[in-house]
């Protein structure tokens, strides 16, 4: 018989994300998503109360988690401010490569400074022509002597202007072009690492996103994470795992505009009657409520098989990343339309959820880049 049920530490560790979501995030988000700054302040608490960098193992200053246990935590800060969340989290998704491929040497030393900073890191794989299409970047990161001489230009970059690191995909060898991409840990204050204006956008805005030039930077050869041309695999083997934060945190959000709006819906009354009495409204209601269940499911299942070391994980992490967003973005309409006017404004938040659904669509891959991947998984 399957279990559905979640264990005591679980249900515990859901508990101090959901506190920390409503203590902490909650008050500050609006202002946030207002002013589209990094929100140096959360971060900083994190670190204080033990929720930073989940899946760094404890003895380099992490949580621990697996990705089954970090996506509950996850869950509750979409539910909150996804935001937010994803500056919590996008930190995280830059160490994914270091938990795939970094020494023990390298974790001691990144984390070390890391925490001593209680800082943030960036994931640095787009480029202007290397969006969908990873393996067309340009970056380039020369062996000269004890150094890469890394040149290049990123773009989209999360976390870029608050991070101590950059985690950066270039090739090694040109020549070989994508098949000797690598990937490097770059600390953001050496010379010739050049950050770009914070981008402006529609949602999340409690995140940050810059652009990134780098020109000659000497990046130490001990910063090289595994070996040369490891680095598209490193990069595949990350979003395996990552993927599945995304479905968490779409989740979230969805859960928290379906709430929202069934609140709102049982106390409006029009024609002498709450409007859930028409089934209408009602039945839009009971879908998305089904959409939910089953983004969880789907989430859930793709974090179990991840964990059970089953073949082929990424298959599962795209299904639960594409299906678990794209339920985000269709619940989080339907909140805004069920709650009429008010569902417009600014008043309630399920505007700023719509909006901050949409990005879970796109970035770690568009929802069409993920039926690539699960059609090639499935053909295989
Ligand atoms: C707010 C934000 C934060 C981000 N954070 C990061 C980050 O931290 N680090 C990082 O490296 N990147 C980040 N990204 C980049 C993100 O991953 C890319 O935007 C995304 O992968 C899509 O690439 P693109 O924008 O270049 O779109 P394009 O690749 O130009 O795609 C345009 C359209 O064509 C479709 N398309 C392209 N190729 C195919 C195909 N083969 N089949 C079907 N459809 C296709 C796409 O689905 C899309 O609809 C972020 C982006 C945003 C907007």
Redesign the pocket.
Same mark, same amino acid.
């Given at each position: 018989m399957i279990d559905f049920s979640l264990s005591k530490s679980q249900l515990e560790l859901v508990a101090k994300y959901k506190d920390f979501a409503e203590r902490v995030i909650k008050p500050v988000r609006e202002k946030y998503d207002i002013s589209g700054e990094f929100p140096w302040e959360v971060i900083k608490k994190a670190y204080d109360e033990g929720l930073m960098n989940s899946q760094i193992a404890k003895e380099y200053g992490g949580e621990g988690l697996d990705i089954f246990d970090a996506a509950l935590g996850t869950e509750e800060f979409g539910a909150v401010c996804a935001g937010i969340g994803i500056s919590l989290d /996008?930190t995280m %998704?830059a160490l994914t490569p270091w938990v795939i491929s970094a020494n023990p040497d390298q974790l001691k030393r990144f984390m070390g400074r890391l925490n001593e900073e209680k800082g943030a890191a /960036?994931?640095? %794989?787009?480029e202007p022509n290397?969006?969908?299409?990873v393996a067309n970047i340009k970056s380039n990161a020369i062996k000269k002597g004890d150094k890469y001489i890394l040149n290049g230009h990123?773009?989209?970059?999360?976390?870029a202007e608050a991070a101590t690191y950059l985690t950066v995909f270039a090739q090694a060898d040109p020549e070989r072009g994508a098949r000797s991409l690598s990937c490097f840990v770059v600390p953001a204050d050496l010379p010739g690492v050049e950050i770009l204006p914070r981008?402006d956008?529609m949602g999340?805005r409690g995140?940050v996103?810059n652009e990134i030039k780098f020109h000659d930077v000497e990046v130490p050869v001990e910063n090289l994470l595994g070996r040369e041309g490891e680095g598209f695999l490193i990069g595949m083997k990350t979003f395996d795992r990552t993927r599945t934060g995304i479905a968490a945190l779409s989740v979230g959000i969805a859960r928290a505009a379906l709430e929202t709006s069934l609140n709102w819906a049982k106390n409006r009354i029009q024609f002498g009657a709450p409007v859930t009495a028409n089934q209408g409204v009602s039945f839009m209601l009971a879908e998305m409520a089904t959409k939910v269940e089953l983004a969880r499911l789907m989430t859930w299942k793709a974090a179990w098989y991840y964990e059970q070391g089953l073949k082929n994980p990424g298959t599962y992490s795209a299904m639960a990343k594409y299906y678990a967003s794209d339920v985000a973005m269709q619940v989080t309409t339907d909140a805004v339309q069920v709650m009429g006017g008010d569902g417009y404004t600014r008043s309630f938040g399920v505007e700023k959820m719509m909006r901050d659904a949409k990005?879970c669509q796109?970035?770690?891959?568009?929802?069409?880049?993920q039926?690539?991947v699960i059609s090639k998984g499935i053909l295989k």
């Open positions: /996008a %998704l /960036a994931y640095c %794989l787009t290397a969006g969908s299409d990123k773009r989209f970059i999360t976390n981008l956008k999340q995140s996103q990005l796109i970035y770690e891959g568009t929802n069409q880049v039926r690539l």
